[in-house]
């Protein structure tokens, strides 16, 4: 089954919309959470999340997981056309170095 | 550092061949993943190797398919014969590595196949 399931599978707004983007995730022994963002080329990578509650935040982009519930947002202010991607959700487990599951992504896509 | 280098970016070749995907991971870096990424299935993990040394490989979808990592700083994967259902887009990245470096991966710019 799958181990990393983000929602909506897609996604369109307008310049200036907020979104949230869902990532729930279930594995036997969590390390951390990462976020990708994926335009046309490689995932770049935007946050690596850890510990409950503690938000992450990088200008309009921001990220918080939720260790007891399972689960982590990304969310987006006043959105962009550049902010058009797929958003990656990624789990590492401990003893498994360093190795991502990825989820299937949110495919946003930010209209003028 | 030039970061992740990956080649050849595009290829198309017919079923039956031979494909030589290649990559150079970031100087530096212990581990080495290959991962493939399909509009269907996403990105799955194929193989991954810790200090040359193949530590994953479960995703690796059948026999027709191998890595190798002689050495830090090169790595290549092979699908031999190659089958339409092996279009896709192949990704390498590296990582630290280690139990103390968490998670962040660094992705080449990626490998396009395609098998006619």
């Known amino acids: 089954e799958d181990k990393v399931v983000q929602s909506p599978l897609s996604l369109v707004v307008h310049e200036g919309d907020t979104v949230t983007l869902n990532c729930s995730y279930e594995v036997t022994n969590f390390r951390s959470l990462l976020w990708y963002k994926q335009e046309k080329k490689a995932p770049t990578f935007l946050f690596m999340l850890?510990?409950?509650?503690i938000e992450k935040k990088s200008g309009r982009l921001s990220s918080i997981l939720d260790k007891k519930e399972l689960f982590s947002i990304l969310n987006i202010t006043a959105t962009q056309t550049g902010d058009s991607a797929v958003y990656l959700c990624?789990?590492?487990?401990?003893?498994?170095?360093?190795?991502?599951?990825f989820g299937g992504g949110t495919r946003l896509m930010v209209k003028p | 550092d030039a970061g992740v280098i990956q080649s050849p970016r595009h290829e198309v070749t017919e079923m039956g061949q031979e494909v030589t995907l290649r990559c150079k991971p970031i100087s530096g870096h212990n581990s080495l993943f290959w991962y493939r990424q399909t509009m269907m299935r996403g990105l799955e993990l194929l193989i991954y190797?810790?200090?040359?040394?193949?530590?994953?490989d479960s995703g690796m979808p059948e026999d027709r398919f191998s890595a190798k990592m002689p050495n830090a700083s090169f790595s290549t994967l092979k699908i031999q014969p190659s089958e339409p259902r092996d279009s896709a887009v192949y990704f390498c990245?590296?990582?630290?590595?280690?139990?103390?470096?968490?998670?962040?991966?660094?992705f080449g710019e990626g490998s396009r196949l395609t098998v006619l």
């Open positions: 190797f810790n200090n040359n040394v193949p530590i994953d």
């Open positions: 850890t510990s409950s509650g």
């Open positions: 990245a590296s990582s630290l590595g280690g139990t103390s470096n968490t998670g962040e991966l660094f």
């Open positions: 990624a789990v590492e487990e401990h003893n498994a170095g360093n190795m991502l599951t």
